[in-house]
């Protein structure tokens, strides 16, 4: 079975300054594997419900690749945030149309904290910086899940691309914590309560520690 979902894309500036659209093809690569077709929607357009209309799509995947607006962060450093306003436009209002429909978001990386702090929750900028080497990006770790979900386990390995984070207490009400870094007091998954919303905080489209628990749990949220 094939399902159709849609994806928003990073922006990227050439040495001119111009603004494109940009989209990672191991994401394309890897949901097409799972028997996922992606449509990406565009930063820059101006009539978006036009160009939904012409397609028949099943969710919204929100991929890894930028930052979320920093009025939603704590930052006790300088950073040089990577934030457009055009995605943010463009991703409340994927965000916004898919709870109307009811349809499944999945939220990866960077989309995980888009979608927390969409509800009302905040983030922790650059947690690597007064934290020990372990916390570093590209190093694998271990996660415990909290809640029970598709009858996966309790323990698990995942990769680890993210500066910024979530701490327990910064995770938007509506939300349930599913999983948290073992040795770290940052949340690694969420779910929401009442709607079919789940953010991760890895890269299931990158090299993985355990493959097949990636699978599981994307092709079990969108029933294929």
Same mark, same amino acid.
């Given at each position: 079975?094939?399902?159709?979902?849609?994806?928003?894309?990073?922006?990227?500036?050439?040495?001119?300054?111009?603004?494109?659209?940009?989209?990672?093809? %191991?994401?394309?690569?890897?949901?097409?594997?799972? !028997?996922?077709?992606?449509? *990406?929607?565009?930063?820059?357009?101006?009539?978006?419900?036009?160009?939904?209309?012409?397609? &028949?799509?099943?969710?919204?995947?929100?991929?890894?690749?930028?930052?979320?607006? *920093?009025?939603?962060? &704590?930052?006790?450093?300088?950073?040089d945030?990577?934030?457009?306003? &055009?995605? /943010?436009?463009?991703?409340?209002?994927?965000?916004?149309?898919?709870?109307?429909?009811?349809?499944?978001?999945?939220?990866?990386?960077?989309?995980?904290?888009?979608? %927390?702090?969409?509800?009302?929750?905040?983030?922790?900028?650059?947690?690597?910086?007064? /934290?020990?080497?372990?916390?570093?990006?590209?190093?694998?770790?271990?996660?415990?899940?909290?809640?029970?979900?598709?009858?996966?386990?309790?323990?698990? /390995?995942?990769?680890?691309?993210?500066?910024? !984070?979530?701490?327990? %207490?910064?995770?938007?009400?509506?939300?349930?914590?599913?999983a948290?870094?073992?040795?770290?007091?940052?949340?690694?998954?969420?779910?929401h309560?009442?709607?079919?919303?789940? !953010?991760i905080?890895?890269?299931?489209?990158?090299?993985? *520690?355990?493959? /097949?628990?990636?699978?599981?749990?994307?092709?079990?949220?969108?029933?294929?």
């Amino acid at each position: 079975m094939l399902i159709n979902l849609l994806i928003s894309q990073k922006v990227i500036k050439d040495k001119h300054g111009q603004k494109s659209d940009c989209l990672e093809s %191991n994401y394309v690569t890897y949901f097409n594997s799972l !028997g996922i077709n992606l449509y *990406p929607v565009s930063n820059f357009l101006d009539d978006l419900d036009a160009y939904l209309d012409g397609i &028949e799509y099943q969710g919204l995947i929100l991929p890894g690749g930028g930052d979320v607006n *920093p009025r939603y962060c &704590e930052l006790n450093n300088d950073y040089d945030f990577n934030f457009h306003h &055009e995605k /943010e436009r463009v991703e409340n209002f994927l965000i916004t149309k898919m709870i109307s429909l009811k349809r499944p978001v999945l939220g990866i990386c960077y989309g995980m904290q888009q979608l %927390n702090v969409f509800f009302g929750g905040r983030i922790s900028a650059d947690i690597h910086r007064n /934290e020990s080497h372990i916390r570093k990006p590209k190093r694998n770790h271990p996660i415990h899940l909290k809640k029970d979900l598709f009858g996966l386990q309790k323990e698990y /390995e995942v990769n680890h691309f993210h500066d910024h !984070g979530i701490r327990t %207490n910064q995770v938007a009400k509506c939300f349930d914590i599913l999983a948290i870094d073992k040795n770290f007091d940052v949340v690694e998954a969420i779910v929401h309560r009442d709607l079919p919303i789940i !953010g991760i905080q890895w890269h299931t489209e990158r090299k993985s *520690p355990d493959a /097949e628990f990636n699978r599981r749990l994307i092709t079990r949220f969108f029933n294929l």
